[in-house]
Nanobody, 126 residues
Framework: QVQLVESGGGLVQAGGSLRLSCAAS????????MGWFRQAPGKEREFVAA????????YYADSVKGRFTISRDNAKNTVYLQMNSLKPEDTAVYFC???????????????????WGQGTQVAVSS
């Protein structure tokens, strides 16, 4: 069992930056691939970024590529999402998730993940 707790959300002006953190419980964190998804009001949850467990291969949605960076610190059982050049369309609840699979095609889908956090709100004003 893995429990995930996100933090770092808030209100920021367009062009600003935020860093989200996701702290995981359990001693097997390093074996999980980790991902970030987001859900805007009235929209479906969508993939944002993912990072594999050991070799730390990263994947990004086209909408955030070049602006967001996912990273992980296995010693701290934490995954991060650095968000730069934020836009109003980035406004959403951001969710952290953990996956046993390392397969790229599954890491970009919600059903590829086994555990989810409760989410943290990010609001970007214009």
């Amino acid at each position: 069992q893995v429990q995930l707790v996100e933090s770092g959300g808030g209100l920021v002006q367009a062009g600003g930056s935020l860093r989200l953190s996701c702290a995981a419980s359990g001693r097997t964190f390093s074996s999980y691939a980790m991902g970030w998804f987001r859900q805007a009001p009235g929209k479906e949850r969508e993939f944002v970024a993912a990072i594999s467990s050991s070799v730390r291969i990263t994947y990004y949605a086209d909408s955030v590529k070049g602006r967001f960076t996912i990273s992980r610190d296995n010693a701290k059982n934490t995954v991060y999402l650095q968000m730069n050049s934020l836009k109003p369309e980035d406004t959403a609840v951001y969710f952290c998730a953990a996956a046993r699979t390392q397969v790229h095609t599954m890491l970009v889908k919600q059903r590829g993940y086994d555990y989810w956090g409760q989410g943290t709100q990010v609001a970007v004003s214009s």
